[in-house]
T-cell receptor, first 114, second 114 residues
Framework: AQSVTQPDIHITVSEGASLELRCNYS??????LFWYVQSPGQGLQLLLK??????LVQGIKGFEAEFKRSQSSFNLRKPSVHWSDAAEYFC????????????FGKGTKLSVKP | NAGVTQTPKFQVLKTGQSMTLQCAQD?????MYWYRQDPGMGLRLIYY???????DKGEVPNGYNVSRLNKREFSLRLESAAPSQTSVYFC?????????????FGPGTRLTVT
């Protein structure tokens, strides 16, 4: 069965430090992958997506993610974290078949130290 | 362009009461979804509608019903609320066609059942 794993429940980084959030998926074919961000009390906002082509994708707010088929990973990165990046981050993969359903990971909460 | 709107934002119900959560999108999307979000569980799909006139069960449909009223609107009904349905509910929509599977989320409804 398809699944998405975000191994880190909570990460704390210092403002200005680099960030990498991990995401592993299980799916046999080429996946459609997404990263979303959720600020407290808000809905989810799409950060970036990968469908095919260049394995390094750029998103909003200075985020990027790299698709690595050999590792079944789609890690999210940012070179320099800002205090406003504190939020919860969700990785998702499109379910196989014709439906557009997404399977979400359980999320990683990011805290930013001043 | 409001995107995805949900009403109400907050609701408190007593056990056994019923209510309907409303969702509307103005992006002319084909597909709409209802999720619930509980701490540590990520997002779980309750029901979805791949296109106008169709609805299907997701992971956790028990205790819920849905209606796809038209292309814009997708409502979620709790017929007899239970404390286990205390959660934050999100509606989302997507084009649902090839290469356009990203979902756009509403701001959520925080429901408490006492």
């Amino acid at each position: 069965a398809q699944s998405v794993t975000q191994p880190d429940i909570h990460i704390t980084v210092s403002e200005g430090a680099s960030l990498e959030l991990r995401c592993n998926y299980s799916y046999g074919a080429t996946p459609y992958l997404f990263w979303y961000v959720q600020s407290p009390g808000q809905g989810l906002q799409l950060l970036l997506k990968y469908f095919s082509g260049d394995t390094l994708v750029q998103g909003i707010k200075g985020f990027e993610a790299e698709f690595k088929r050999s590792q079944s990973s789609f890690n999210l990165r940012k070179p320099s974290v800002h205090w406003s990046d504190a939020a919860e981050y969700f990785c998702a993969v499109k379910r196989g078949g014709s439906q557009g359903n997404l399977i979400f990971g359980k999320g990683t909460k990011l805290s930013v130290k001043p | 362009n409001a995107g995805v709107t949900q009403t109400p934002k907050f609701q408190v119900l007593k056990t056994g009461q019923s209510m309907t959560l409303q969702c509307a999108q103005d992006m002319n999307h084909n597909s709409m979804y209802w999720y619930r979000q509980d701490p540590g569980m990520g997002l779980r799909l309750i029901y979805y509608s791949a296109s106008e006139g169709t609805t299907d069960k997701g992971e956790v449909p028990n205790g819920y019903n849905v209606s796809r009223l038209n292309k814009r609107e997708f409502s979620l009904r709790l017929e007899s609320a239970a404390p286990s349905q205390t959660s934050v509910y999100f509606c989302a929509s997507s084009q649902g066609l090839a290469r356009t599977y990203e979902q756009y989320f509403g701001p959520g409804t925080r429901l408490t059942v006492t």
